[in-house]
């Protein structure tokens, strides 16, 4: 493992909301600290269906010298981390409030992981709620802070993301030449209300609301109209887009929609959607992450291609140090890949996604 190169595309933060809330601006900041949910929503009920058992070490906050401590043990030269409890800002439709807490929450994050220590990188959180804002907070994120773009949360948000009131954010990330990236976490109102162990819901929610926004902005014609956008759907492994891929091509040949306005996708001369996408992937505007534990994987990239596939550690959430040497492992060890994909996986095709 120590002899490849590794960047780890997603990993996390567990937020401290005591002092997050020291970085909460004006006119909202006397009226902290914030915790619980009085800083960001529940991400949804599903989270609190009872205790479950986790791998040991799992869901252990990891402080900036945690992470460099992780990073040195498992053989990895940088990460870029994203929130926990964030991970539902899209639920946050106060416009000043939405403002306030991503300010606050891009500082603190700066000030307590990235400032620090080189190898760790930032994803902001964007008040989503007032576009122009947003647009304002990613160029500063951005060009002050040195992040690597910004999240999108996949569940939440009142218009779906190939909506054209996100369009102009969009075209800010282009001329920033920043990332942005879809980001699983919150499960409700997708058919999961009442599911039940939550096994079924954290088996399958991530998958559902990152193939949901893949495929809006895929039919919004989004890497049409920003050729030069990178976008990444992270967490929800590999093998949905093998589905989303049979089922948006089957779905647009039996319901091709009338479009006098150029509203959707452009297929060039005998592309079909599959085709449509994979062209996406191999021009660097679309990545998937996966933690290589998928059983599915090596089919996937024998389909797909390993151009595109991002290495994720997801610590400290479902995982610890020993698991994570454990998939970086079954990759490398398995037949299938060429030093190629290999390279692709853990480090090259993460270098194109962020910027590095």
């Known amino acids: 493992m120590s002899a490849r190169r590794i960047i780890d595309a997603d990993g ?47 869901f252990r906050p990891a402080n900036a010298e945690d ?13 870029v981390l994203y929130p926990t409890f964030g991970l539902a800002y899209g639920k946050i439709h106060n416009r000043d409030w939405s403002k306030a807490v991503t300010r606050g929450y891009n500082d603190w994050l700066y000030d307590t992981y990235l400032k620090g220590d080189s190898r760790l990188h930032g ?15 990613l160029r500063r994120v951005v060009d002050q802070l040195g992040m690597r773009g910004a999240m999108l949360p996949s569940n ?19 001329k920033l030449g920043c990332a942005l990236s879809v980001h699983g976490g919150c499960h409700d109102n997708t058919g999961l209300d009442n ?22 902005m895929i039919f919004a ?9 990178r976008v990444a759907y992270l967490e929800a492994g590999a093998a949905w887009l093998l589905m989303a891929i049979e089922r948006l091509e089957e779905g647009y040949e039996t319901h091709i929609p009338y479009d006098p306005n150029d509203s ?11 085709d449509y996408i994979q062209r996406q992937i191999s021009e660097d505007r679309i990545f998937i992450g996966t933690e290589g534990k998928e059983k599915f994987l090596p089919q996937t990239i024998a389909a797909l291609g390993s151009r595109g596939f991002v290495y994720s550690s997801d610590f ?35 270098v194109r996604l962020y910027g590095f």
């Open 12 to 58: 996390h933060i567990i937020e401290d909301e005591i002092a997050l809330s020291e970085f909460i601006p004006e006119p909202f900041h006397s009226a902290g600290p914030f915790q619980g949910f009085r800083l960001f929503p529940p991400l949804d009920h599903l989270h609190s269906q009872g205790p479950t058992t986790s791998p040991p070490g799992a």
């Open 67 to 79: 992470w460099g401590v992780f990073l040195d043990d498992v053989g990895i030269e940088r990460t």
């Open 123 to 137: 994803m902001a959180l964007l008040p989503l709620a007032d576009v122009d804002e947003a647009i304002i907070e």
């Open 156 to 174: 939440g948000l009142p218009q779906p993301l190939g909506a054209k009131i996100y369009w102009p954010l969009y075209a800010e990330a282009e």
């Open 195 to 216: 599911a039940d162990p939550f096994a079924v819901t954290r088996g399958l929610g991530h998958a559902f609301t990152i193939a949901a926004s893949f495929g809006g």
């Open 221 to 229: 014609g989004i890497f049409d109209r920003f050729p030069n956008l």
């Open 264 to 274: 959707y996708l452009t297929l060039q001369g005998g592309e079909d959607v599959a």
């Open 316 to 350: 400290p959430h479902e995982t610890n140090p020993d698991l994570c040497k454990s998939d970086i492992t079954d990759i490398n060890q398995n037949p299938g890949y060429s030093e190629t994909d290999l390279d692709n996986i853990f480090a090259d095709n993460a």
